[in-house]
Nanobody, 119 residues
Framework: VRLVESGGGLVQAGGSLRLSCAAS????????MGWYRQAPGKQRELVAI???????NYVDSVKDRFTISRDNAKNTVYLQMNSLKPEDTADYYC??????????????WGQGTQVTVSS
């Protein structure tokens, strides 16, 4: 199973970016999908999560600015980021809880995509 992210880049404060993460390989079912970020010198933190049911949770610092969504037919998760702030600068990683069979579930991570927000 492979997760490939795209959509990062450099943007000015107040701007928007949309991250995508597509899963491929031997996939029976994908349960939770999430976006994490890690800023230089800081620990990786959960930004947003979306369950197979469609329910979502966000870290307080991105509520009302970021929106997570998924397309189950494409095994893809998205993160729409609006009103970006310099403190959103980080490497962003997607994670998926993938079942490769009815009784086997593993966590897979993408390679990361860099988001830089200039002031």
């Amino acid at each position: 199973v492979r997760l490939v992210e795209s959509g990062g880049g450099l943007v000015q404060a107040g701007g928007s970016l949309r991250l995508s993460c597509a899963a491929s390989g031997s996939i029976f079912k994908i349960n939770d999908m999430g976006w994490y970020r890690q800023a230089p010198g800081k620990q990786r933190e959960l930004v947003a999560i979306i369950r197979n049911s469609g329910s979502t949770n966000y870290v307080d610092s991105v509520k009302d600015r970021f929106t997570i969504s998924r397309d189950n037919a494409k095994n893809t998760v998205y993160l729409q980021m609006n009103s970006l702030k310099p403190e959103d600068t980080a490497d962003y990683y997607c994670k998926a809880e993938v079942q490769t069979g009815p009784n086997y579930e593993y966590d897979y991570w993408g390679q990361g995509t860099q988001v830089t927000v200039s002031s």
